[in-house]
């Protein structure tokens, strides 16, 4: 009896853990580092709205437009990386993630969103070993 409550807590903190996962993986909003060039802007509005509609490739060029204008904005970097991982591009998706971790300095709600896509697209890619040092970094950098 006490080895099932302990088991049902467990299977609760887990799945509290993952919502919060989703929760960052798919709003990355509050971290658009203040995207003040109005192109970037309406690039970002129209990839946002053909993501809702499912249109990843046109969502994809959105940001890729707003890349050639920005090269340096971390979000849209790990907004790419997003997109890929919805695509099943899991190198091009940790690429990415990789890369707007590089500009992130030090926003960590963005590393850690990062650090959340570089773990799934190692899952995707059946790289047990790398999903887990990623989740160490996750770890290290207290993320948890």
Known sequence: MKFRSVFIFILFLFLVACQQ?????????????????????????EAEAAKKAQQYVVAERKIQQAIRILPNKAILWSRLAELAMIQK?????????????????NNRRLLKRNWLIIKHTRAQRNDQVGASQAALKLRKLNFK
């Open 89 to 105: 591009q899991p190198t091009k998706a940790e690429d990415f993630a990789a890369r707007s971790n590089a500009y992130s300095g």
């Open 21 to 45: 996962d989703k929760k960052i993986l798919s709003d990355p909003r509050n971290d658009n580092e203040q995207l003040s060039n109005p192109a970037v802007i309406q690039l970002w509005t």
